[in-house]
T-cell receptor, first 113, second 112 residues
Framework: GAGVSQSPRYKVAKRGQDVALRCDPISGHVSLFWYQQALGQGPEFLTYFQNEAQLDKSGLPSDRFFAERPEGSVSTLKIQRTQQEDSAVYLC???????????FGPGTRLTVL | GNSVTQMEGPVTLSEEAFLTINCTYTATGYPSLFWYVQYPGEGLQLLLKATKADDKGSNKGFEATYRKETTSFHLEKGSVQVSDSAVYFCALIRTGFQKLVFGTGTRLLVSP
């Protein structure tokens, strides 16, 4: 594809609901990253995949957060039992093999009421 | 740990003014350094990068030089335009790692 795409662009959830956020990376990019950006802050790393392998999940804030990339392309970030503090923009990025330049998607703005 | 510190904004300038946004970092080893820009309503875009000491990254009239002795990567532009109004993020990737570590961002507002 032309760039990284994410869906939905906006999500409103009631506290306690589960949500799933989707990321379509640039075709052929082996690395995929998820970041969380709180209002007025810089993005914070959540997790990283190389192909289908999740190599680093040190940034996931709790066991309510789960990410997968089963076929090494599309990725889903799932948040269970959402809390108000989960409200943020969730950014996905991808990069090509051997290149540390990350290309970002437009983000999904999650609001938990 | 690894961290990036940016000057707080907003930075307010008139068109054609000179821009400097300060960025300093803390990291072990020799990180790669980046500036990303986020225009209103758009996603993060890479503006420029530098991978080793004394490298200068440049793009769209913006420049930044990797200064290991001062652990800095300040962003400069000689003459800003209204269209440069955006949030600018300084970031690093530590050698051998993949994840970006971002600063808190600096908002630039350029008036005609």
């Amino acid at each position: 594809g032309a760039g990284v795409s994410q869906s939905p662009r906006y999500k409103v959830a009631k506290r306690g609901q589960d949500v799933a956020l989707r990321c379509d990376p640039i075709s052929g990019h082996v690395s995929l990253f998820w970041y969380q950006q709180a209002l007025g802050q810089g993005p914070e790393f959540l997790t990283y995949f190389q192909n289908e392998a999740q190599l680093d999940k040190s940034g996931l804030p709790s066991d309510r957060f789960f990410a997968e990339r089963p076929e090494g392309s599309v990725s889903t970030l799932k948040i269970q039992r959402t809390q108000q503090e989960d409200s943020a923009v969730y950014l996905c990025a991808s990069s090509a093999r051997g290149n540390n330049e990350q290309f970002f998607g437009p983000g999904t703005r999650l609001t938990v009421l | 740990g690894n961290s990036v510190t940016q000057m707080e904004g907003p930075v307010t300038l008139s068109e054609e003014a000179f821009l400097t946004i300060n960025c300093t970092y803390t990291a072990t080893g020799y990180p790669s350094l980046f500036w990303y820009v986020q225009y209103p309503g758009e996603g993060l875009q890479l503006l420029l990068k530098a991978t080793k000491a004394d490298d200068k990254g440049s793009n769209k009239g913006f420049e930044a030089t990797y200064r290991k002795e001062t652990t800095s990567f300040h962003l400069e532009k000689g003459s800003v335009q209204v269209s440069d109004s955006a949030v600018y993020f300084c970031a690093l990737i530590r050698t051998g790692f993949q994840k970006l570590v971002f600063g808190t961002g600096t908002r630039l507002l350029v008036s005609p």
